[in-house]
């Protein structure tokens, strides 16, 4: 029998946060997940729903409330889905984020032993985002423009995002409020009318650079040149527009033609000294300071002396490769989307850099081919999505066993499980270090060392 029932009102303490920012309370041993409550906070609480393992409650009113809460400064932060922790002061964001790594490492990975260190943060942990993909639709008979509700494709309507560039927040604002003006129409998902569903700003932090994306259902678009126009008077640092042709009644944001309207087809970056041309759909991390953190990071685990053969599994556009590259005798960087190693081979010769090789294909299949021509690793990289490693290139580590393990990851979860599968095949996890990739959200990335063989 569950000790709490539906609409029942508590006076609780709130003890931990969720991965996605929720307080969480026990009452005898049931927990109640509340979301805008915090870690420390005795706080009055109405319960919305109870399953047979756990609860939903409302926030009524803080009784004690956390040293660490502060005044979320953005109007919309209440119904945003964009950030989830806002409330929590950045030092208490930092020691959240700390937990959630260790946490996951101790519970999943079964390691409590292996030393996590306090997270690298930002000195100024806002309008670090150098893109955004804005949705835009219509409600109440008015054009809106923002970023999802929690949980849903509702728009929480704004024209400012504290997170996002001011230049974003000017294209945001500037396309909502003339929209109807030019003759187009926000798309609306339920029915799959209208024209514009989302607007991608991106901007390159080295060179100030500015593309505009305008993802579109259909090809023809005779207002295309009304829409460029404005985006220049908006923004005149942009230097490319682009449209993106999605005729899919699907919730992926780009379809597969992209068609540049006006100016270049990409823009230039530089992270660390590396030059990158970024494309309307090129993955290029979000935060580039902190990109820099993370990659000095990736750079110090691997511990290069100049004469080692490294591979990137998972390696994109080559960004870490080319860090990689700069001091290794030889990258070679696999990655299974095909574009994107065209992408890399690009921009390798962009920087003069003639020490790697590129291929594209699933690394579980195209590292053992290398290893059979005689291409072994000392260092290998592995930068995977959230859900982790493909369980077959787990595999292919340990059969290969290249001395040491460099693992960049944006899942604390899947990072400690794929330490524990590499553990039990004979690595050795040396630390961990945790890098604050996006303030005022509960997402973040970390950096493991894993050496063959006995700790050092």
């Known amino acids: 029998m569950k000790p709490v029932n539906k609409n029942d009102r508590l006076l609780v303490h709130v003890e931990d946060l969720t991965h996605d920012g929720a307080g969480v309370a026990k009452v005898e041993g049931y927990p109640l997940f509340i979301h805008g409550a915090l870690p420390g906070e005795d706080v009055h609480i109405h319960v919305l729903k109870t399953l047979k393992s756990y609860g939903f409650a409302k926030l009524l009113e803080i009784e004690h409330p956390s040293p660490f809460r502060v005044e979320a400064p953005c109007p919309v932060f ?10 929590l002061s950045y030092e208490g964001q930092m020691t959240f984020k700390r937990k959630l790594v260790r946490d996951a490492i101790t519970r999943i990975g079964k390691l409590p032993d292996v030393p996590v260190h306090a997270v690298k943060g930002m000195d100024n942990p806002w309008r670090y985002r150098n893109k955004s993909q804005i949705p835009f639709g219509m409600e109440d008979g008015r054009v809106v423009a923002g970023f999802y509700q929690p949980r849903s494709h509702r728009i929480a309507d704004t024209d400012i995002c504290l997170i996002q560039t001011p230049e974003a927040d000017s294209i945001m ?40 994306v305008l993802v579109t259902k259909k090809k023809k678009f005779p207002q295309a040149a009304a829409a460029v126009e404005l985006i220049q008077s908006l923004v005149p640092e942009t230097v490319s527009i682009v449209q993106n042709i999605n005729p899919e009644k699907t919730n992926v944001i780009f379809g597969d033609e992209t068609i540049t309207l006006w100016g270049k087809d990409v823009i230039e970056d530089q992270i660390g000294g590396v030059r990158f041309e970024i494309s309307a759909r090129s993955f290029y991390q979000i935060n580039p300071e902190q990109t820099e953190v993370l990659y000095g990071q990736a750079l110090e685990y691997a511990n290069l002396t100049g004469e080692e053969t490294v591979i990137d599994a998972y390696c994109g556009i080559g960004t870490i490769s080319l860090f990689l590259a700069k001091r290794a005798k030889f990258v070679m960087g696999v990655e299974i989307v095909a574009p994107a190693i065209e992408d890399a081979k690009r921009n390798a010769e962009l920087n003069g850099i003639s020490n790697t090789l590129f291929e594209a294909g699933p690394a579980e299949q195209v590292i053992p081919r290398w290893y059979k021509e005689g291409k072994r690793a000392d260092v290998l990289v592995v930068d995977p999505p959230r859900k982790g490693c493909d369980e ?20 604390p979860a899947t990072l400690a499980r794929d330490l524990r599968i590499l553990e039990d095949g004979g690595y050795r996890t040396q630390e961990v270090q945790p890098v604050d990739m996006f303030p005022q959200s509960t997402h973040c990335e970390a950096v493991a060392w894993l050496q063959l063989g006995a700790k050092e």
């Open 78 to 87: 209440d119904t945003c889905g964009g950030c989830q922790i806002q409330h």
């Open 392 to 411: 077959q290139l787990l595999h292919t580590i340990l059969k290969q066993r290249p001395e040491r393990v460099v693992y960049v990851s944006c899942n």
């Open 173 to 212: 604002a500037g396309i909502k409020h003339k929209l109807t003006e030019i003759g187009i129409e926000p798309y609306e998902e339920e029915t799959h009318r209208g024209q514009l569903r989302h607007v991608v700003v991106r901007k390159a932090r080295a060179t100030g650079e500015v593309m505009v």
